[in-house]
């Protein structure tokens, strides 16, 4: 690997111990075995490595729930079966010992405090919100309509993020994927959708 890499592998090690705020730049140039100088060449600033390091870890998580694909071929998209297993595979990385979502909590916690990041990660939220799509409804994350974006996308990243904080702040007491199942079997049930949503939930 080069500099660059080096640097970002560095910065996700260092976020994973450390978290955002701790983090400094000689930490991530001793983890890396680079040099300061590195990181503004290669990445304009520490907060803007930092924040491609999160959305490479992100990616990494991603990435397992699109390998776990082959667990989810007999639940129809779009459905409840569907919906539940898919959050069954998220929670799961949620209860991992030192879980990478807890810097999203972070992140919000700090607010202004770290413009820098905020403002590279808003950018990836959007996308954050398309990828979800194709996991619930099937298809292609480069075929999702703006429109399904803005709403479906949106309703499954809250409810992520919501996750996020209840699993940081409580573990214990937060939701499993049945319980999300079934809280959402009775929000069709109260809209009157009853039978005829059928198993689409997701």
């Not at 990445?43 to 390998?67: H, I, N, P, R, T």
């Not at 398309?130 to 990243?157: C, N, S």
């Not at 699993?167 to 009775?186: H, I, K, M, Q, V």
Request: aromatic share 6%; net charge negative.
């Amino acid at each position: 690997m080069g500099h660059r890499e080096d640097l970002l592998e560095g910065a996700k090690r260092c976020l994973l111990a450390k978290g955002f705020a701790a983090t400094t730049a000689r930490d991530i140039v001793k983890e890396s075995g680079t040099n300061l100088a590195s990181i503004g060449y290669h990445y304009g600033s520490k907060d803007a490595l930092l924040a491609q390091a999160y959305v490479a870890l992100v990616g990494e998580v991603s990435d397992a729930f699109e390998g776990s694909e082959r667990l989810l071929a007999d639940t129809p998209p779009g459905s409840l079966e569907r919906f539940e297993a898919v959050w069954s595979n998220i929670i799961a990385t949620m209860r991992e010992p030192g879980s990478m979502w807890r810097l999203s909590i972070e992140i919000v916690a700090m607010g202004d405090r770290l413009p820098a990041v905020r403002e590279h990660l808003a950018k990836a939220q959007r996308e954050a919100m398309r990828a979800l799509v194709p996991l619930f409804m099937g298809g292609q994350e480069e075929q999702v309509p703006e429109e399904t974006v803005d709403t479906l996308g949106g309703f499954y990243y809250t409810l992520m993020m919501g996750l996020i904080t209840h699993y940081n702040f409580d573990p214990d007491s937060a939701p499993d994927a049945e319980a999300l199942t079934a809280g959402l079997r009775r929000v069709i049930a109260g809209t009157g959708a009853g039978e005829r949503a059928g198993g689409g939930g997701g």
